[in-house]
């Protein structure tokens, strides 16, 4: 009864120190996470549709990935009218 008990509080103090390594690991990932200012302010220019040649806002925009370059579409009709031109 007494080895059940002993062997609780080393499970406790195990589980305390794995909680502690980990919340100590999270803080500093979102320390670093936070250091992302000036791509928030990218993110409200506008961008050109290629296909119907609208200005569309860049967060509101689809985007399609061709080989290195993104394109920015007002809306998924005009991406797959891109991706599959007939
Ligand atoms: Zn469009």
Redesign the pocket.
Same mark, same amino acid.
């Given at each position: 009864m007494l080895r059940l008990l002993a062997l609780a509080v080393l499970g406790l103090l195990i589980f305390l120190l794995i909680r502690s390594t980990v919340s100590a690991f999270l803080a500093g990932f979102g320390a670093t996470a936070r250091t992302g200012g000036p791509a928030r302010a990218l993110r409200n220019d506008l961008v050109k549709?290629p296909? $119907? +040649?609208?200005y569309?806002p860049r967060r509101t925009a689809v985007a399609r990935t061709a080989g290195a370059t993104t394109y920015y579409?007002?809306?998924p009709? $005009? +991406?797959a009218?891109f991706e599959a031109p007939t």
């Amino acid at each position: 009864m007494l080895r059940l008990l002993a062997l609780a509080v080393l499970g406790l103090l195990i589980f305390l120190l794995i909680r502690s390594t980990v919340s100590a690991f999270l803080a500093g990932f979102g320390a670093t996470a936070r250091t992302g200012g000036p791509a928030r302010a990218l993110r409200n220019d506008l961008v050109k549709d290629p296909v $119907c +040649a609208t200005y569309v806002p860049r967060r509101t925009a689809v985007a399609r990935t061709a080989g290195a370059t993104t394109y920015y579409f007002c809306s998924p009709a $005009c +991406a797959a009218k891109f991706e599959a031109p007939t």
